[in-house]
């Protein structure tokens, strides 16, 4: 049997995804979609196919731990009255892509109607659409009336059909096993109150501790991670004690929260680019003005709270609520997350070693190292002088096959 063809690929610098310092004159070699060997000035095997990337840096593929692929942003009454699951799912391809060639190989997306990220996720795997690798959510669980639900509309628009609606500890532990019966990889709890949905509060817990506590419980049970969408003081300080894997936004987290995640090593995946483009496009996206103020209410405590997170040593990874904005402008949060106290190694760690840790898949993703995918991408300057280059990936592999070169896209 012919062994599978070897891949070489070289760069003037590479970024592990895990080390703290760059690697010069870097060799990656691959084998059958993963990465059989990383050095500087590796010989470059007889036979092997080069791809010779120049002065690129090359790093993992980036990884957006919180997506909503399956839709994009749209008139808040159009997409409410006249979407079905049918139009999401045509579309979700689109946004796939896009995502795909903007350097994010991997992606967790935390809610999607009627599974249609569980049926995107097997089209990619079986190279049918191109995409990231997804990992998916199902449903987003909550609570009636809450950010999971749809409210301030008429009652005689009743939303019929599968929803991740559930209320009570009884059925919110039915609704965990539903998710995962349908497809879930991961779990996401809405735990308190949101900007984008009508209820008053942008941050009150919408669960009791009771039924956070039993959503937890069972998802652990079934062996999967819960992101918990959080915005409020106390919401976030209950979904911390019910144990999640993960808080989501985080807008309004105090010092207390903060000591209570770092002993418990909870991720935060803070979405600190969203304020600028919800204040800049959602009133021309007739967004009714209670909800354009709940998110003056957040926005710049978001980034304040984000920043003393990461002062404090809370493990932070790389989320951007995608699908709030455009799919392929993923990478726009890095410069934030810079301007917001971190170090661009710091960044760029959030979204490929310590984002593949929370998604528990760090023996698979998030770094260029033997046994991973072969999930690599390559920006021409240098992203620790200037984080934005990563709003710039020139060239994306996906298990070892070629979607982007020299910043243009191709079939691999
Ligand atoms: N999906 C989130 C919500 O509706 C988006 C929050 C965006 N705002 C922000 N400042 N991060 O609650």
Known sequence: QAADPVTAIRAAQLIDGVADQPLRDAVVLIEGGRITAVGSALPIPEGAQLIDLGGATLLPGLIDCHTHITG?????????????SIDVAVNAHLYAERTLLAGFTTVRNLGAPDFVDVALRRSIDEQRTRGPRIVAAG???????????????????????FTGVADGVEAVRLKVREQVKYGADVIKMVATAGVLSEEDSVGAPQYTQAEMDALVDEAHRWDRKVAAHAHGTEGIKMAVRAGVDSIEHGSLLDAEGIRMMKARGTYLV????????????????????????????VGRLQRENFRKAVQAGVRIAYGTDAGVYPHGDNGKQFAKQVEWGQTPMQAIQSATGHAADLLGRSDRVGRIAPGRYADLIAVSGDPLKDVSELERVQFVMKEGLVYKRNGKAQLP
Do not use: M, W
């Not at 994009?72 to 079905?84: I, Q």
């Not at 803070?270 to 209410?297: G, M």
């Open 72 to 84: 994009d942003p749209g008139d808040y009454y159009e997409s409410l009255v006249r979407d079905s």
């Open 270 to 297: 803070a979405d600190v680019y969203d304020d600028d483009y919800i204040l800049a496009e959602y009133a021309r996206l007739n967004y009714p003005e209670k909800i354009l103020d709940k998110e003056r209410q």
């Open 139 to 161: 449903h987003g669980i909550g609570a009636t009336g809450g950010h999971a639900d749809f409210t301030g509309l008429s009652p005689s628009l009743r939303f019929t059909g």
